[in-house]
């Protein structure tokens, strides 16, 4: 369990798209996760609050404070924190140059590696299509997204019942659909041309909820992922490697793997 496990503690961290607000997401297993990583610096790479939800329906839990607490705690310590708003929450992008505590706000920012290579951070709604120029189609989506959500809780209700794992119905649907994985490859172009014009080794985004790290379009392309399904995250260890964090699937294999065996098959 998380609360077993000693600190790790790493060079950089990147989070996306907890949607603080949104009611089906994985707070909990983020405060598990951000307990047992500790990271010179912290970047927040956009959506971490949900305004789109907020201001439809106010929800917030006793485990959003602990979240916050948490963070500011971490930046108390002496982590670097630097938020990237999203277009859920580009509200904050009204006081983009100033501090929230001991947290940067910022629209984008360059990180540079262990090894010295440079990465451009930046959330990625900026090069969306649909959410630059049809915003009320982002919000039909938005809700689409929402209902997919709400239809997976049964479906995984039924797969709990059957002894099966978590599965995601709207991450099927990025994988299996054209037209989605057309999406996704378009996204990454934008980011990845966004880069190359920067003069910079590779992007650091979020935006989409997929998770990835490649460099099929000449340089490094990393998605941070998100924390409503799928709970991931980037880290930079000290030696400047970036690794992709699955932290649900992490934890549940070592659950599996401690759990006791049964004797004689009982």
Known sequence: MAEDREVRRVRALFLSD??????????????????????????????????????KQWHWPAEYNTLLDLLLAKANAGTRIVYLPGNHDEFLREYLGTYFG????????????????????IHGDQFDVVVMNMKWLAHV????????????????????????????????AKQKVKNAVSVIGRFEEALVHEAKQSGVDG??????????????????????????????????????????IKWTEMVTGEARR??????NGQ
């Not at 907890?18 to 927040?44: C, N, W």
Request: proline share 1%.
């Open 102 to 121: 001991e947290i940067e706000l910022v629209d984008r920012t360059i990180h540079t590696s262990a090894t010295g290579k440079t990465y451009l951070v």
């Open 18 to 55: 907890v949607h603080l607000g949104m009611k089906p997401i994985r707070s909990k297993q983020l405060i598990e996760f951000l307990r047992v990583h500790d990271a010179e610096t912290i970047y927040l790479v956009g959506d971490i609050l949900d305004g789109w939800r907020l201001a």
């Open 258 to 263: 401690l759990r006791p065996r049964r004797a």
């Open 203 to 244: 992007v650091i985004c979020g935006h989409i909820h997929f998770a990835d790290i490649h460099d099929r379009l000449g340089i490094q392309y990393i998605n941070t992922g998100d924390w409503v399904e799928s709970c991931t995250a980037i880290v930079e260890n000290h030696d400047g490697a970036f690794e992709l």
């Open 141 to 172: 989506g938005d809700w689409a997204y929402n209902a997919a959500l709400r239809i997976n809780i049964a479906i995984n209700w039924v797969r709990r019942r059957l002894g099966l794992q978590y599965w995601s119905l709207s991450a099927w």
